[in-house]
């Protein structure tokens, strides 16, 4: 499709009350720019994101994400308002579409019907049942013909409940026309977009309303916006889940990023959260557990278990109150409380209650590799870096400081110690 893609992501966000660019903020996952740059690259390879403030460091998260998106530095001092963003701004296609930074919930087939047709404007609109405060679309014979602010309505004009949703898709060489000529001699001193609707009505062009749903046309303005966002993202993305056959109970209790995926039959429980781009293949995750950035493949996690980034678990029972960091665990069984860290557990060994991999010195991290068939006792400690081979033992209660080879049982425990009487000598009974 010959289409250019412009972001418009140069605004302070000021309503967000936050040292973090407006646009970097999260919805499930992924910074609103990002979910719009991800809903541009189904329609085009040309994409521009108009920069001001914290440019660089809105750039920099950006690049880091993706490899072929355009940067354009625009003065919001010098040319402030939307109009003002698109100033210099050069695209290389037919028609372009200009988009919001601030616009997360927006979808690819809302953008497909933006571009539809061969109108010389395509401009949405919302229908609203209350448009109060809201600049009135006048709408004759299916052509925009203005665009009135609520002040200026006359009566008639004010019973309109059509209202501008901010996005348009414009012959790239009318725009290239229009924009030189956008004015700052309004109240506000800014150059608005809105502005080359009158141009095109006014030189006969054709500007189409493309009437769209409110929901995903939504800015994102305050940390209430914010929250609303997300919450409309999530049932998005758990409706998806569940009806490509994830099951989950109470989904309302559940977090999931919008980058995790799903393989074969998976049962999350109610308050389980899953973040990062995990993996989860036939996982069970129970109640109020917690899985980061990890791979979980024929397992079960839980209830509150804690599985942190770069993990693979693999046909693997994690149970309550275990937490695992950077480990892989093959065939393991960890029953409860217990932490695995920076550790490789190979299959048919037990991890009893209160062990702990000590894989951290104060200065650096150390790794603990345990074989087959090892019997790990209860509240044992594993100083890292230390090697137990297969079929080794560690009784309970040790504490295990060099490696263990296959076969042997590895116990340190001091003698029981018995003072005769002393309860009573102690208390004077």
Known sequence: ??????????????????????????????????????????????????????????????????????????????????????????????KTLILNGDMPLITQNSLLALTDGDADINMSVIKLDNP??????????????????QKDCNEAQLETKTVNAGIYCVNTELL????????????????????????????????HPVYVEEEEFKGVNSKFDLATAEVIMQDRIKKELMESGVIMRFPETTYIDCRATFEGECILENGVTILGASKLINAHI????????????????????????????????????VEVKKSALTGVKAGHLAYLGDSTIDEGSNIGAGVITCNYDGKNKYKTIIGKNVFVGSDSQLVAPVTIEDDVMIAAGTTLTKDVTKGNLALTRTPLKLVPNFFYKFFGK
């Open 1 to 94: 499709m010959s289409i250019s893609i412009v972001i418009l992501a140069a605004g302070k966000g000021s309503r967000m009350k936050s040292t973090t660019p407006k646009v970097l903020h999260t919805i499930s996952g992924k910074s609103m720019l990002s979910h719009a740059i991800d809903a541009a690259q189904k329609l085009s390879d040309d994409i521009t994101v108009v920069l001001y403030h914290q440019a660089q460091r809105v750039q920099e998260a950006i690049e880091a994400e993706y490899s072929n998106i355009n940067f354009h530095m625009q003065d919001a001092q010098k040319f402030p308002g939307t109009g003002g963003a698109m100033k210099g701004v050069t695209t290389k296609y037919e």
């Open 132 to 149: 109060y405060g809201y600049g009135r679309v006048i709408i004759e014979n299916e052509e925009v013909k203005e665009i009135v602010e």
């Open 176 to 207: 290239n026309r229009y924009i030189p000529l956008l004015s700052n001699e309004n109240a506000q001193e800014e150059y608005y977009l809105t502005d080359i609707i009158k141009m095109a009505v006014d030189e006969g062009k054709t500007v």
């Open 286 to 321: 129970k109640t109020n557990s917690v899985i980061e950035e990890s791979i979980i493949e024929d397992s079960d996690v839980g209830p509150m278990g804690r599985i942190r980034p770069l993990s693979h678990l693999k046909g693997t029972h994690v149970g309550n109150f």
